[in-house]
Nanobody
Framework: QVQLVESGGGLVQAGGSLRLSCAAS????????MGWFRRAPGKEREFVAA????????LYAESVKGRVTISRDNTKNTVYLQMNSLKPEDTAVYYC?????????????????WGQGTQVTVSS
């Protein structure tokens, strides 16, 4: 099992920045990649970004590309999501997820473990 704990969410004004963290514990060596997803009120869960533990290969959703950077610290088993130029439409609960098998994807159903989520609210 892998446990994921997100932190760093909060309330920020439009144009501001936040950095989310996801600390992984347990059988982290069994995971291949980490991803961030979000669910806005009344909307489907959507992919935000992902990164592989090894090569650090990244994927980004078009809606956040250029504003969001995903990174990882293998020594801390932690993944970060730096979000800049935030918009009200970025308001959502952000979830961290771990994927066990190759390749890294944007598809939620391929992720095996999920955190509880952290709320991000962007005011206009």
């Amino acid at each position: 099992q892998v446990q994921l704990v997100e932190s760093g969410g909060g309330l920020v004004q439009a144009g501001g920045s936040l950095r989310l963290s996801c600390a992984a514990s347990g059988r982290t060596a069994s995971t291949y990649a980490m991803g961030w997803f979000r669910r806005a009120p009344g909307k489907e869960r959507e992919f935000v970004a992902a990164i592989t533990w090894g090569a650090g290969r990244t994927l980004y959703a078009e809606s956040v590309k250029g504003r969001v950077t995903i990174s990882r610290d293998n020594t801390k088993n932690t993944v970060y999501l730096q979000m800049n130029s935030l918009k009200p439409e970025d308001t959502a609960v952000y979830y961290c997820a771990a994927e066990s098998s190759y390749p890294v994807t944007m598809t939620a159903r391929t992720y095996d473990y999920w955190g509880q989520g952290t709320q991000v609210t962007v005011s206009s």
